[in-house]
């Protein structure tokens, strides 16, 4: 971990773990993705300093500044006096990457979410990392993992917590409500947040475009009848369709896919009305 000495607005000062270094000159800003040495010995992005410093892949230095395992936060709790007012040192340093309720999250808004939508599904923002966290329950509505999506250009743009099994998982079980029978498939946790939006609380989203063998085992025990098959209108959309209705035809559920009527990419670009439509008459 890069140890962090003091926390200005946006900026951490942390000792520069490639030098001897008395009087912190690492400075990295996560919200600009920007990180300096003042001693020479880096300049560049914020998540290229994590990498170095661990030694890991870039991809793998954005995990674990989600993770919370990038920084040790340890000397400022100290000086704050801080340690006896925090339950847990996870909880200071989630305080420290500025994790909130996010109702007013203009990205959100622009693409049609809902205010009640991102407090019902209990959608965090950081603006000091400039990522939404949406959180992750079971069916017994535990918190088992959380997605983080970038609202910048960093790749990739979605990542899941560390030890988290997507295969294990259908996201929206904990809120789903199934209607005569019928059950919605969609493919990213956004997609399923907006359908339940639509009118449409009977859906789950598989969280990438395949569906394993737990995963079927899951929709196989709820009580319906038939599955929509809401995946992207791409490729990769298509040949998920195609592999999931053998998959679901082989536990006995007849399966409809959804046709999209213009050029959308997938149900969150559709026409509000159209998309109601075309679901209702599958």
């Known amino acids: 971990m890069i140890m962090v000495d ?23 800003n996560l919200r600009k993705n920007a990180a300096i040495c003042f001693a020479g010995c880096y300049s560049g992005d914020a ?18 500044i989600l993770d919370n ?13 801080a340690e006896e007012n925090h339950t847990s040192f996870t909880d200071f340093r989630d305080e420290n990457l500025g994790w909130k309720i996010a ?70 079980i904990n809120n789903i409500r199934i209607a005569n029978g019928k059950l919605n498939l969609v493919e990213g946790a956004l997609d399923c947040i907006w359908m339940h939006q639509c009118g449409f609380p009977n859906t789950l989203a598989i969280l990438g475009s395949n569906l394993s063998k737990e995963q079927c085992e899951i929709v196989k025990s709820l009580e319906i009848d038939i599955v929509h098959l809401c995946m992207d209108n791409d490729f990769a959309g298509m040949l998920a369709t195609k592999n999931m209705k053998k998959q679901l035809k082989a536990i006995n559920l007849n399966c409809k896919s959804l046709v999209y009527p213009d050029e959308s990419k997938d149900v969150q670009e559709m026409d509000f009305a159209k998309l109601v439509s075309a679901v209702r008459r599958l």
């Open 103 to 172: 109702a007013n999250l203009g990205y959100l808004l622009k693409r049609g979410f809902s205010q009640s939508s991102i407090v019902l599904w209990g959608i965090e923002y950081s603006e000091i990392i400039r990522h939404i966290r949406i959180p992750i329950f079971n069916q017994e509505e535990e918190l088992i993992g959380c997605i983080y999506r970038t609202i910048d250009d960093l790749k990739p743009k979605y990542l899941y917590n560390k030890g988290l099994s997507k295969k294990n998982i259908l996201f929206g």
């Open 69 to 81: 395992l990038a920084f040790d936060f340890s000397g400022v709790m100290k000086s704050l006096g």
């Open 6 to 28: 003091k926390v200005v607005d946006d900026e951490f000062l942390c000792f520069c773990p490639w030098h001897p270094d008395d009087n912190p000159s690492l400075n990295i």
């Open 47 to 64: 998540v290229g300093a994590v990498a170095k410093a661990e030694g890991v892949t870039k991809t793998k230095a954005h995990q674990l």
